[in-house]
């Protein structure tokens, strides 16, 4: 019989590396303390549970990083893809889920399969001994005692930023005479018909005076222990955007770009607010980029100034949850391994990567690598070329250590085409600007997605 390999942490990561483990033949005990032991931002017991957002973003493959992301998973069977398959919604150009749907299927397909068991507790402290193979994919919300241990053997302190959660509207609450379906430019993506947002416009009085209100609203209190704890810019609370400048979220996530008033086509919105189905019913909608430290009295107050949800009725309001992360570069091998530990694995985002996708991708990884261990194959990290492989790259030694070894440098990191080798030989002679642009990014996706196959058919495990 083959010695099972404990994953800790029922999350993104931690449902792809058993899922990965189990498929190669090995034996799991996957150990999810909820809801033994409850955190800050999960309202289920459900593994795989979205708390951010329900969207895995573009699921473009030909121009774009997270797409390609995607397209790779597929092909090294990811569960997560498997199932955002059977629960999308329509989402423009994105990959969006049915959140309760897409948890439930997630705990229904690990605890049938034959080889996984799942143990409901907290896992305080390192893990006893004789586990000889762990994979720590506990994500941004780790448990204090195990993430105590962890800075003990490493003699590192945690990083930690906040991650900013979007509020949630009744789609029946919102007034139609005034916003308008459509997805920007029209783009139809998986499952969706090119209407696939809800639109609130705002003229340039009415956006002045909501980012005012944004400015002057009572915002959260932090502990002092969270007081010194920075944001991750790819999340950041919307109010935390309006003090950067007035016109930061109208070149962000209130962008008018793309989009035309079906109300009153001749007059250009100043700024416009989008939401995103969020469930299958289309009873609910996400307010795109609206995370949000506010109190929950002013984000009813200041977001029923956005025309059109003047009669909002919020399902779920934003708030904040503290996440942790490591300084992966110094403390993990280029396995994900800890220097200090190499019996411990780690997976997600405590690794730095950021992101429900990059975290799933990063599980499949460790798995894999759990998996050859275990079997006494050879594992070869896959090439940098490809997405999978650059994000490797990023956490375990793509990124540069300050000189004293120090982690200020290390941030999370979503996947982009910045951490990939540049491509070469892509150019054509009298292209123009843009069309360069697009033959860039296809040379990336094109030549990571045919170094993956290779990978995937040449001892990937």
Not at 349 to 359: A, C, D, H, L
Request: aromatic share 8%; proline share 6%.
């Amino acid at each position: 019989m083959t010695k099972p390999v404990h994953v800790i942490g029922g999350g993104m990561a931690g449902s792809e590396a058993a899922w990965a483990l189990a498929q190669a033949g090995v034996p799991v005990v996957l150990h999810e303390m909820r809801p033994v032991v409850a955190t800050d931002a999960h309202k289920t017991d459900g593994l795989a549970e979205l708390v951010c957002s329900n969207s895995f973003r573009s699921d473009d493959k030909d121009q774009n990083a997270v797409g390609l992301l995607h397209e790779e998973m597929r092909l090294a069977g990811s569960l997560v893809m498997a199932v955002a398959a059977l629960h999308q919604v329509p989402a423009g150009g994105a990959l969006a889920v049915d959140r309760d749907g897409f948890s439930a299927e997630m705990t229904r397909r690990i605890a049938a399969h034959p080889l996984i068991s799942i143990e409901r507790g907290e896992v305080a402290g390192l893990p006893p001994a004789d586990w000889d193979s762990v994979i720590v994919a506990t994500g941004p919300l780790t448990s204090p005692a195990l993430a105590e241990a962890v800075r003990g053997l490493t003699g590192e302190a945690d990083l930690a930023f906040f991650d900013a959660i979007a509020p949630i509207i009744h789609r029946e609450s919102i007034n139609m005479d005034v916003a308008w379906f459509q997805s920007r430019y029209d783009k139809v993506g998986p499952g969706g018909t090119g209407k696939d947002y809800i639109n609130c416009p705002m003229d340039k009085a009415q956006y002045e005076a909501f980012i005012t209100a944004l400015n002057e609203g009572d915002k959260g209190d932090f502990k002092e222990w969270e007081k010194n704890t920075p944001y991750f810019d790819g999340c950041l609370p919307i109010e935390v955007m309006a003090e950067r400048g007035p016109e930061t979220l109208r070149f962000g996530p209130m962008k008018p770009m793309g989009l035309t008033n079906a109300h009153n086509p001749t007059v250009k919105a100043y700024a416009v607010v989008q939401l995103r189905q969020d469930n299958a019913l289309g009873t609910l909608y996400n307010m795109v980029g609206f995370q949000t430290k506010l109190k929950y009295a002013e984000q009813v107050r200041v977001f029923r100034t956005i025309p059109g949800l003047e009669n909002a009725e919020f399902a779920r309001l934003g708030g904040l949850h503290r996440n942790t992360f490591l300084n992966s570069p110094k403390v993990l091998d280029g396995f994900m391994r800890l220097k200090a530990d190499p019996r411990l694995r780690f997976a997600g985002q405590i690794t730095g990567v950021e992101g429900y996708v990059e975290s799933a991708a990063m599980g499949i990884m460790a798995g894999r690598m759990a998996a050859a261990e275990r079997l006494g194959r050879p594992f070869r990290v896959p090439p940098a070329t490809t997405a999978h492989g650059a994000l490797i790259n990023h956490i375990t030694g793509g990124h540069l250590l300050t000189t004293d070894g120090a982690k200020s440098s290390f941030q999370p990191m979503n996947v982009n085409f910045g951490l990939f080798p540049p491509p070469t030989d892509y150019l054509a002679k009298g292209m123009k600007h843009a069309e360069k642009g697009v033959a860039r990014k296809r040379a990336y996706t094109s030549r990571a997605l045919r170094d993956f196959a290779d990978w995937l058919s040449n001892g990937s495990a």
